[in-house]
């Protein structure tokens, strides 16, 4: 039957087991399991042989339907090739697998190809049997254009590389620069591939073109033809120069410029800082970033000031790695809040021994920023209440103000006068106020002399003079000698003293209000009188026993007898015996200090005082107005704690600033910087700040100890004072209850500079020819490469001032910065000007002075302009009608010249409206041609 049903079907079509057929039609894997029931690979291909080898592959048939089917196969047409078993009907219920193996026994090298035809219920379906000769083969992108591209870049495209062959290989890829391909060497698997990264760094504007070879044997090469056109970019910014003007310490100020590319080419751009010299006060985001073509991007600048009365001027480079740069300068100077006085003298008068009076002083803060400020008391006869705290910040309506009682407490009849100095957090200046007062003694008729703040202001200009150590009696003998001999014989101490007895101010500089709060009262021989001992420390005491008595020294410095008083404070924690004694001219007295502690557990600091004046001083009938001299007041600040034994308790402090930054300043000179030390605890601590330099010139501070109370603060003034113009470092601890573990460490750092211009363009200006009676002008800028500020003044020779000037020939140029002038030259004659102009720069507290040399050449040149033609000839022209000819104008120097055209003749006032310049004025550049319309237009039938 089953023949039978083969030979009916084979007169209507090629039968199922006909090895020669060709399947009619291929089915996908989908079509095959949803028409057949059976699912398959579409081939079996074999790759990897050599003839003579045996290579086993398995056909898996899966039954996809839900019943069980029975397929049969047929065997490859060649049989000696591709070997199977003999076909026996294969069983398969729904779901399960049957392996077919087919193995291939090559004879020879060559491909082959056959399929197996496998019969179902539903029909036949075809496997293809394949195998190829091992070869080698790839493909490759062939074009990889980069088309417009930034010049000194990296431009980037993929590539791929596929292995299309039977064989694993290794590949290498070659190129010439600018183009490159990375990774250049790999290894591919047949039917994979790689991206690999195409590099195009074009080092010029051109166009480049080049072939890339990628080599997988002798034989087989790929090519990719790589193409690129290299631009230059350009960048622009908004503004160059960014100036925040005066910002307050506390605050950030931000500005933005805009940075555009006007190229045709994506670009990327860099800022960075061009000095490194001081800390960052500048900060820029972003500070790196591509640009696509006409691209713009914000840049936004923020000044944070660190250091109050510094200028800050940074110039900062933004480039591109192909293109132009650009320099951007920012600059600002910081400012601290200008808290106010209400009043820089208080004289309370006589006061009886025993009893008080209290003046009002008030601080005021323009500012919208709350500051803190401190008066540098320590106790004594003069007391503040608030002694420290913040002046608030004003508001829309009223003014930030805080008033301070000060307490005049006299305990001994003498004259007592104090200058106390207020810090405030962030500036760099003093406050201070002459406190002034007498305290007598009606009992004992004891009166010292009457004094007010005229005497003061006398005392201090001789002071400022030099002349420290004057006696009463020197002052009254200065009088006598001049009133007996003419003045123009007098001595220069003598001028000195008649000049200050009329001083109705004594007005006295920054620098020399921190000079004084810096100068030690300890050994200093040039102070009138001196303490031996610049502080105490009594440790720890008991309150029953006390702390054992130390001795402490008063030097008498002068040849006038002396008399040192000690007013006991109120608390009476430290006593000095004996409390008032005399000192003879150049000797010393010796007082010994109590430390009696009333309470345990207790911090106890304050300040002693001891004022020291001529004991003439010591009664108003022994002086008059002119002989008068305050007293000298000698603080000697004390500590001593009750904790027993070592404080063991840890402070919680806070410091303001870890790295304190001076500004530059001269050599010699000082700049100052305050530092605020918090006590955030419930109780108080003792600090002691040890400066690490090997020149303690350079670096102090004050008060370098003492005890910050609880919930409060103290401010601290350093000062930076330079010998040499280099950059000065320092570190420093700050010590809490004497212990090494409770230490804050901080650094220090300022630097000064030589005085020294820079002068641009290798200190040269060039002017183009110039007509002689008119003038040329030039930008020229000067630069100051150190921190410190100079002042500059061009000296110009007398004969060269006709001939050129410049504006500004004086002015101050800040640290860092840069000032552009203004260069005319006004030639009075025809020939070449080589000049020599020098500028002298300084500092502005220095004697120390730089000359720089300027050479400016220019040349004074005549006119001479030439026509061409010099007849225009128009011919018959109707009334009412125009006709035109062009006139040439020749320049034919090297300079260039304003022009002016015109008629003359006869009739000009006819000619008038008929002759017709279309350019009448305008300049001629140098050795350049001007063409002009000239129109005609007649009003009569007379000839012109």
Not at 169 to 181: E, H, M
Not at 356 to 364: F, N, R, V, Y
């Amino acid at each position: 039957l089953w023949k039978l049903m083969n030979q009916v079907e084979s007169q209507r079509r090629p039968s199922k087991f006909d090895t020669t057929f060709k399947p009619p039609k291929v089915y996908t894997r989908q079509e095959r399991s949803q028409q057949f029931g059976v699912d398959c690979v579409d081939q079996l291909v074999w790759k990897q042989w050599n003839s003579g080898g045996e290579y086993t592959q398995t056909l898996a048939l899966i039954n996809t339907l839900n019943k069980t089917q029975v397929l049969r196969y047929s065997l490859p047409k060649n049989k000696s090739i591709f070997f199977l078993d003999f076909p026996q009907p294969i069983r398969l219920s729904p779901g399960m697998k049957y392996s077919l193996e087919i193995k291939f026994r090559p004879a020879e090298n060559e491909d082959c190809t056959d399929y197996i035809a496998v019969h179902t219920e539903g029909g036949t379906f075809w496997v293809n049997l394949e195998a190829r000769i091992p070869y080698l083969a790839v493909e490759v992108d062939s074009v990889v254009d980069f088309g417009f591209s930034a010049a000194k870049q990296t431009h980037t495209r993929q590539i791929s590389v596929t292995n299309t062959g039977t064989l694993q290989f290794d590949f290498k890829c070659l190129v010439d620069a600018p183009f490159a391909i990375l990774p250049a060497t790999g290894q591919l698997a047949p039917n994979t591939s790689q991206t690999l990264k195409c590099q195009f760094v074009p080092q010029d504007a051109a166009s480049f073109v080049a072939t890339a070879l990628c080599v997988v044997s002798p034989e087989l090469t790929a090519q990719i033809n790589l193409t690129g056109i290299g631009k230059y970019p350009f960048i622009s910014a908004s503004q160059t120069e960014i100036d925040f003007g005066n910002v307050i310490m506390g605050t950030i100020q931000e500005r933005v410029f805009t940075v555009q590319n006007k190229s045709p080419v994506s670009t990327n751009f860099k800022i960075t800082k061009l000095a490194a010299d001081v800390e960052n006060t500048f900060f820029l985001n972003p500070t790196k970033g591509q640009l696509g073509p006409q691209e713009t991007q914000e840049v936004r600048v923020r000044y944070k000031p660190l250091t109050a009365g510094a200028f800050s001027s940074d110039g900062f480079r933004l480039a591109t790695p192909g293109g132009n740069s650009i320099t951007i300068c920012a600059q600002g100077q910081a400012v601290g809040v200008e808290v106010g006085l209400s009043s820089n003298s208080l004289n309370f008068m006589d006061r009886s021994v025993g009893t008080h009076s209290d003046k009002t002083l008030t601080l005021t803060n323009p500012s919208k920023t709350a500051v803190a400020f401190q008066w540098i008391q320590g106790g004594g006869t003069f007391t503040f209440l608030p002694s420290q705290g913040l002046v608030p910040a004003s508001d829309k309506v009223h003014e930030g103000a805080i008033s301070c009682v000060v307490r005049f407490n006299p305990q001994e009849p003498t004259s007592y006068y104090r200058r106390v100095y207020c810090m405030i957090d962030n500036q760099p200046s003093l406050l201070c106020v002459d406190l002034l007062g007498n305290g007598f003694d009606a009992v004992e008729k004891r009166h010292p002399p009457a004094f007010n703040q005229r005497m003061i202001n006398a005392h201090l200009a001789r002071q400022q003079a030099g002349l420290t150590k004057l006696t009463p009696d020197q002052v009254t003998e200065a009088l006598e000698a001049v009133e007996r001999t003419p003045t123009e014989d007098s001595t220069a101490s003598q001028e000195v003293i008649i000049q200050t007895l009329n001083t109705a101010t004594c007005v006295c500089s920054d620098a020399q209000l921190w000079k004084s709060f810096f100068t030690p009262t300890t050994d200093n021989i040039t102070l009138p009188f001196s303490l031996g001992e610049p502080s105490l420390d009594f440790g720890s005491a008991t309150r029953l026993k006390g702390g054992e008595g130390r001795p402490v020294v008063v030097r008498n410095n002068t040849a006038a007898k002396a008399t040192a008083i000690w007013p006991q404070p109120p608390e009476r924690s430290f006593e000095v015996h004996p409390a008032v004694a005399d000192i003879k001219p150049f000797s010393s007295q010796s007082f010994k200090v109590l430390f009696k502690p009333p309470h345990p557990n207790r911090m106890y600091s304050t300040d002693l005082e001891c004022y020291v004046n001529f004991k003439t001083m010591r009664s108003f009938r022994l002086v008059d107005a002119t002989s008068f001299l305050p007293p000298v007041r000698l603080p000697l600040p004390v500590m001593g704690h009750t904790f027993g034994g070592q404080v063991f308790y840890n402070p919680i402090p806070q410091w303001s600033r870890p790295a304190v930054t001076f500004p530059a300043c001269d050599v010699n000179t000082a700049s100052f910087q305050t530092v605020n030390l918090t006590n955030k605890g419930d109780t108080p601590f003792s600090f002691e700040i040890f400066i690490d330099t090997p020149d303690i010139a350079v670096f102090d501070c004050q008060p370098a100890s003492g005890v910050v109370l609880a919930s409060s603060f103290q401010l601290i003034a350093f000062r930076f004072q330079p010998p040499t113009p280099s950059v000065h470092s320092a570190t420093g601890r700050c010590v809490l209850n004497g212990s090494d573990s409770n230490s804050i460490c901080f650094t220090l750092m300022g630097q000064s500079s030589a005085p020294k211009l820079h002068l641009t363009d290798d200190a040269s200006v060039f002017f183009k020819p110039t007509l002689v009676g008119s003038a040329s002008t030039r930008s020229y800028t000067i630069e100051n490469p150190g921190r410190v500020p100079l002042t500059f003044q061009w000296d110009i020779p007398e004969k060269t001032r006709s001939i050129l000037s410049i504006e500004p020939a004086a002015g101050l140029i800040r640290g860092n910065e840069r000032v552009k002038l203004k260069l005319t030259f006004s030639p009075q004659q025809v020939k070449k000007h080589a000049l020599k102009l020098s500028c002298v720069c300084a500092g502005q507290d220095s004697p120390q002075t730089h000359r720089s040399v300027l050479a400016v050449i220019g040349e004074g040149t005549f006119g001479c302009v030439t026509m061409e033609p010099t007849v225009l000839s128009y011919g018959t022209v109707r009334i009412g009608c125009s006709a035109t000819q062009h006139l040439t104008l020749f320049n034919a120097t090297w300079t260039e010249l304003s022009y002016e055209l015109g008629t003359q003749g006869d009739n000009e006032e006819e000619a008038e409206g008929v002759v017709v310049f279309h350019s009448k004025t305008g300049r001629l550049p140098a050795r350049a041609h001007h063409s002009i319309a000239v129109e005609f237009w007649p009003k009569s039938p007379n000839p012109c």
